[in-house]
Nanobody, 118 residues
Framework: VQLQASGGGLVQSGGSLRLSCAAS????????MGWYRQSPGKQRELVATITSAGGTHYADSVKGRFTISRDNAKNTVYLQMNSLRPEDTAVYFC?????????????WGQGTQVTVSS
């Protein structure tokens, strides 16, 4: 599975950005996709995920501000980020995963920088 992320950039506090992640390759058995982020000196953290059935999960810090969605025809996942805050500044990574028996296999895209200025 190859993941191509795009859409990062610089935005003022309160602004919006939309990230996109296009999947290609062996995508037929992907169980879910999502976004993680990592800022300097911190561990990578989950932002939002969406399963193949459409179920979503969000980190508490982004609930009500971010929305994850998918276009199955395009094999693409989106992260709409509204009301951005300086603390949302991070490198955002696209993730896809497969669960085979009891093992989870993760695939990562390249990161895309999101910078929110105050």
């Amino acid at each position: 599975v190859q993941l191509q992320a795009s859409g990062g950039g610089l935005v003022q506090s309160g602004g919006s950005l939309r990230l996109s992640c296009a999947a290609s390759g062996s995508i037929f058995s992907i169980n879910g996709m999502g976004w993680y982020r990592q800022s300097p000196g911190k561990q990578r953290e989950l932002v939002a995920t969406i399963t193949s059935a459409g179920g979503t999960h969000y980190a508490d810090s982004v609930k009500g501000r971010f929305t994850i969605s998918r276009d199955n025809a395009k094999n693409t996942v989106y992260l709409q980020m509204n009301s951005l805050r300086p603390e949302d500044t991070a490198v955002y990574f696209c993730n896809a995963f497969k669960v085979i028996t009891t093992t989870r296999f993760n695939f990562w895209g390249q990161g895309t920088q999101v910078t929110v200025s105050s």
